[in-house]
């Protein structure tokens, strides 16, 4: 039971938070002025993305070639975000994915903020794009608090579209 929900979580996540894909923010890790998080938040989610990676390693089948590639902190972010507009069970199940139980959701925020200005530092050197966004049929909508969030500790496109549209895919990948 508890792989399956791991296992919903995941794929949850994967689907709302569209990493990777096109956005106006696109590469920008810059996270928004006024956001209150410390240089060094980001040693509490360290732990929870090592496990996270290694517990990734052994679900996930190699290649044909034996390869493997996976992204720990791209999962945790998206959990993360997620994170923020869960409750109840969801959110302790969300957790458990994100091996963060006992971890404040505020102090998760700020530990990402944390992670993506180091990872914002050398980018001159470093070309690193994160495109964190979320998705929602626009027959619902988001809570304000969670856009802000999403938007503030994550730099995060948050869009409600059509999901019946024939364009929506295009305009999520581009």
């Known amino acids: 039971m508890k792989q399956k929900i791991t296992a919903s979580l995941v794929g949850m996540s994967l689907m709302l938070s569209m990493a ?3 956005t106006s923010n696109e590469g920008n890790l810059q996270i928004a002025e006024g956001v209150e998080f410390g ?3 980001y040693e509490k989610i360290v732990s929870p993305n090592n496990e996270l990676g290694f517990k990734l390693l052994k679900e996930i089948e190699t290649d044909d070639n034996g390869n493997l590639f ?3 902190t791209s999962l945790l972010m998206a959990l ?3 994170y923020n507009g869960a409750d109840g069970v969801t959110k302790e199940g969300i957790a458990d994915a994100m091996q963060a139980e006992g971890i404040d959701l505020m102090d998760v925020n700020k530990a990402n903020a944390s992670l993506m200005t ?3 530092k050398n980018s001159k050197e470093i070309q690193l794009q994160v495109a964190n966004s979320i998705w929602l049929n626009e027959e619902y909508n ?3 608090e969670f856009s802000q969030r999403t938007k503030d500790y994550f730099n995060a496109a948050i869009e409600e579209i059509d999901i019946a549209s024939t364009e929506s895919p295009k305009k999520i990948n581009d």
């Open 70 to 72: 996976i992204s720990p």
């Open 118 to 120: 180091i990872l914002n």
């Open 142 to 144: 988001f809570q304000e």
């Open 80 to 82: 993360a975000m997620v």
């Open 20 to 22: 990777g894909c096109g």
């Open 39 to 41: 240089e060094r938040d």
